[in-house]
Nanobody
Framework: QVQLVESGGGLVQPGGSLRLSCVVSGLILDDSVIGWFRQAPGKEREGVACISSRGGAKYYTDYVTGRFTIFRDIAKNTVYLQMNNLKPEDTAVYYC?????????????????????WGQGTQVTVSS
């Protein structure tokens, strides 16, 4: 059974940093495409970042480029989202998700509907 479990959310001041973790089980992480998404109250779920199979490609949406970094630790079956210089508009529930295709050169960073397994989410609040 495929499971994804996020952690690492919390309350942080503007300009601060957080590292989110997504522990995956029931699949081979190195073969998997994993994405991070977020959803703020009253808004649609939006893409943040994704990493392809073998870690060959990484994509970010414009509003996080240069501030967020996605990376993996295969030994720990974990995908991370390092978030720096956080802004109040980054406040949301953050989810990791699995895309059911193997590709080393691409991942769908914005197409949430194409992902098949999702974690339960972790709350990130950026406020002074």
């Amino acid at each position: 059974q495929v499971q994804l479990v996020e952690s690492g959310g919390g309350l942080v001041q503007p300009g601060g940093s957080l590292r989110l973790s997504c522990v995956v089980s029931g699949l081979i992480l190195d073969d998997s495409v994993i994405g991070w998404f977020r959803q703020a109250p009253g808004k649609e779920r939006e893409g943040v970042a994704c990493i392809s199979s073998r870690g060959g490609a990484k994509y970010y949406t414009d509003y996080v480029t240069g501030r967020f970094t996605i990376f993996r630790d295969i030994a720990k079956n974990t995908v991370y989202l390092q978030m720096n210089n956080l802004k109040p508009e980054d406040t949301a529930v953050y989810y990791c998700a699995h895309w059911g295709r193997y590709t080393t050169t691409y991942c769908p960073v914005t197409q949430a509907s194409e992902y098949d397994y999702w974690g339960q989410g972790t709350q990130v609040t950026v406020s002074s």
